[in-house]
């Protein structure tokens, strides 16, 4: 592409980007949806240019962010502008849609952390920690509300809240991980057909009946298991936080194992393919079908039901 080119181009995203930054910030309703199309303009600069001019592109936009929305802005442009970058340069450079996605999704993760950290240190201000406070204060506002209609509240069932809010904290890591892996899903669903329109050259996404993670997981989460039995780590220590943390990624991963035979099973035995789908709609309404789900994604892992069902060519 050449300077003025460039240069043009550059400046029509900019512009877009900067609009994109604007009904995000000031338009509450409209803005949570228009902030998934901010790494739009990163993937689509990126996709046609070199890293350097993707680089300098990126710098002007935290100039634009600046100009439009303050300092507020900043940690937007460096998730979804970041995000959005590295996700283009892995595409102009031929990578797979897989590779892109875990990259993308790990780019999107370190920014998480950061600006979760950096609200902390500098700025005193936990948003998870003060948002499970807030539930709790509700709850206890509404146990004093029943008891003073005469209506006492079962000591069991606010224990069972009490632990409720105290996993939720364990499980702030997980909470990262899982929201950058959804997050990143979505950005890449609904700016990749975007980019295609306009030029951008993607790969297609392998079918998702053929994702088969590495069989190392199945020793991992056994080890996992070892250790909680045998150390039994203190509630709110930092091994069991790490123990809960680790096992609530693994059993996620092994969901997805379990979902992508299912879908595998379905298209070799020519099913509908409303079945697998319903299947997974099911995952979050029924928690037995969860559990029968990962089951099939240890021993998908383990013993390759695949390869004993025998393989049909997509």
Known sequence: MKNVNRLTYGAILLAIFAIILLIT???PVIGIIMNLFLPLPFIMFAGKNDIKSSLVFFIASIFISLIVG??????????????????????????????????????????????YIFSIVFFEVNI???????????????????????????????????????MLETLVPSIFVISSIVMVFIIELVNTPIAKRFGIKIKNWDPFRNIFLPRS?????????????????????????????????????????????????????????????IVTITLFFIPIVLYIVRILGIIDLGFDLRKRLGKKDS
Do not use: C
């Not at 943390?245 to 035995?269: C, P, W």
């Open 128 to 166: 998870i920690k003060d948002s499970i406070d807030l539930l709790r204060e509700s709850l206890q506002s509404s146990q004093k509300l029943l008891s003073s209609l005469g209506q006492d509240t079962s000591d069991t069932m606010m224990k069972q809240f009490e632990n409720a809010f105290s």
């Open 217 to 277: 997981i199945i020793w991992y989460y056994l080890l996992l298991l070892l250790l909680s039995i045998f150390l039994k780590p203190e509630t709110g220590s930092f091994l069991y936080s790490a123990l809960i943390n680790i096992g609530f990624i693994l059993q996620f991963l092994l969901l997805i194992q379990g979902l992508s035979f299912i879908y595998y099973f379905s298209y070799i035995k020519n099913f509908s393919k409303a079945v697998p789908v």
């Open 70 to 115: 303050t300092l507020f802005a900043i940690p937007l442009t460096l998730a979804y502008g970041m995000t959005g970058l590295i996700m283009g340069i892995l595409i102009r450079e031929g990578k797979s849609r897989f590779n892109v996605f875990i990259i993308g999704t790990l780019v999107f993760l370190l920014n998480l952390v950061g600006s």
């Open 25 to 27: 910030l000031y338009i």
